[in-house]
């Protein structure tokens, strides 16, 4: 099993949209769980750290289930701007060690 | 932004050259980090170096070596490359090595081994 497993997609959806993306991940020991964006072509970015209560910002929502390992994005009205590559990272596994998925493709069309 | 630098963004080399490639963090970071990321495969962690040690080594073969010289610099030296090698070669720092530390990267060396 994958230490840190998305759904590649493509998610194809159109404007205004909302989409939700998952995140499994193996080790129950990790710590700390963020969303890094990758446009093509591009390095990865920050988008938004998850945190245990779920956390907000602007069109974009993350949340955090420790019990059934897993993590979640949701994108709201859903903008042509919004296309890339969504990033699952996990850290803390045994020690300082940073863990990507291979990410989720969006795709968002007029 | 040129919160981290890498030189060269592109380097196509032999199996039989020598290269490095050059990091610099201009965000006054202690952590460095060097990644692969191939066509189609997760971002893999190589080195982690916190202030100038490292700290960790994901197994990487011995043709790609790592220096720190200093917290805002770090290079990657390549040897007898193989032609899988090819990929994108990825810089970060972060202010401390914790886990809660958001990773910061530059645009990458994307390189071909012929």
């Known amino acids: 099993r994958k230490e840190v497993e998305q759904d590649p997609g493509p998610f194809n959806v159109p404007e205004g949209a909302t989409v939700a993306f998952n995140c499994t991940y193996s080790?129950?020991?990790?710590?700390?769980f963020f969303w890094y964006r990758q446009d093509c072509r591009k390095e990865p970015k920050l988008l938004m750290s998850?945190?245990?209560s779920g956390n907000e910002d602007g069109r974009f929502t993350a949340q955090l289930n420790r019990a059934s390992q897993y993590i979640s994005l949701l994108i709201r009205d859903s903008k042509l701007s919004d296309s890339a590559t969504y990033l699952c990272?996990?850290?803390?596994?045994?020690?300082?060690?940073?863990?990507f998925g291979a990410g989720t493709r969006l795709f968002v069309k007029a | 932004e040129t919160g981290v630098t890498q030189t060269p963004r592109h380097l196509v080399m032999g199996m039989t050259n020598k290269k490095s490639l050059k990091c610099e963090q201009h965000?006054?970071?202690?952590?460095m980090y060097w990644y692969k990321q191939s066509a189609k495969k997760p971002l893999e962690l190589m080195f982690v170096?916190?202030?100038?040690?490292?700290?960790e080594n994901n197994s990487v073969p011995s043709r790609f070596s790592p220096e720190c010289p200093n917290s805002s610099h770090l290079f990657l030296h390549l040897h007898t490359l193989q032609p899988e090698d090819s990929a994108l070669y990825l810089c970060?720092?972060?202010?401390?090595?914790?886990?809660?530390?958001?990773?910061?990267f530059g645009p990458g060396t994307r390189l071909l081994v012929l």
């Open positions: 080790n129950s020991a990790s710590q700390s």
């Open positions: 170096y916190n202030f100038k040690e490292q700290t």
């Open positions: 970060a720092s972060s202010q401390g090595s914790g886990p809660q530390e958001t990773q910061y």
């Open positions: 990272v996990v850290n803390g596994i045994g020690g300082f060690k940073t863990i």
């Open positions: 998850v945190y245990s």
């Open positions: 965000l006054g970071h202690n952590a």
